[in-house]
């Protein structure tokens, strides 16, 4: 697969997104890829590569005899996911000690690159900080598997998903300022429990969501009956 394969998939991947994202694409949309071979200047390969991982992430469905359409997004999975996260990043902050200089230093860059992002309210730059601090954790621990299944989910695509549903940026800087200093001073289990702590927040606001959807469908019900 050619590089220019690769960069085109993700170029056509993260605009379905953005237009799932801001309502443009709505639920039951019906994608087709010659149409976006078109739009997108390109041969039906990257479109066809782009529309099956976002299959793979739950925000598309094929259907026989239908072809690929857009699907609501689905809470409790995006809530799932992000259990599994806190378990492989709690994990890997305690493989990661002791920890070299240049990785703690990487850590702190990315930290500078999110306040920034937030006193500018970029939200994609921050996004794009926090996921790639999240990322190098989980690298530093050295275990091939942990950083498989974390890349598998791609969290750049889910992270975006869960601040468009909770409406906000929460940096958590202080919280990953103490997860690096953990680290330097080679306590892996604190810097766990922070890096849980973070993912659990935000775990807890993913489940109010969860809970006043619900509440809303079952007084929608009631009334219908």
Not at 189 to 209: Q, V, W
Request: charge should be positive; aromatic fraction near 4%.
């Amino acid at each position: 697969m050619g590089i220019h394969r690769i960069c085109m998939r993700d170029h056509i991947r993260n605009a379905i997104v953005s237009r799932i994202l801001d309502g443009s694409t709505p639920p039951g949309t019906r994608l087709k890829e010659m149409t976006l071979a078109r739009e997108f200047n390109v041969s039906q390969a990257p479109v066809r590569e782009a529309l099956r991982e976002l299959e793979a992430l739950g925000l598309l469905q094929s259907e026989r005899y239908r072809g690929t359409c857009v699907r609501n997004i689905d809470m409790e999975e995006l809530r799932e996911a992000y259990e599994l996260r806190a378990a492989i990043e709690e994990s890997a902050a305690r493989l990661a000690v002791p920890c070299a200089k240049a990785d703690l230093d990487k850590l702190e860059g990315d930290i500078k690159l999110m306040r920034r992002a937030n006193r500018e309210h970029d939200t994609d730059a921050y996004m794009d900080s926090a996921v790639n601090f999240h990322r190098h954790i989980v690298q530093m621990s050295g275990n091939r598997l942990y950083l498989r299944a974390w890349e598998h989910m791609a969290w750049d695509i889910r992270a975006r998903i869960a601040v468009q549903r909770i409406g906000l940026i929460s940096s958590y800087t202080e919280e990953r300022k103490q997860i690096v200093a953990a680290l330097r001073g080679g306590d892996g289990d604190k810097a766990g429990r922070l890096l849980r702590y973070i993912l659990g927040e935000l775990l807890a606001r993913l489940a109010k969501i969860q809970q006043t959807a619900q509440a809303s469908a079952d007084g929608t019900v009631k009334a219908a009956a």
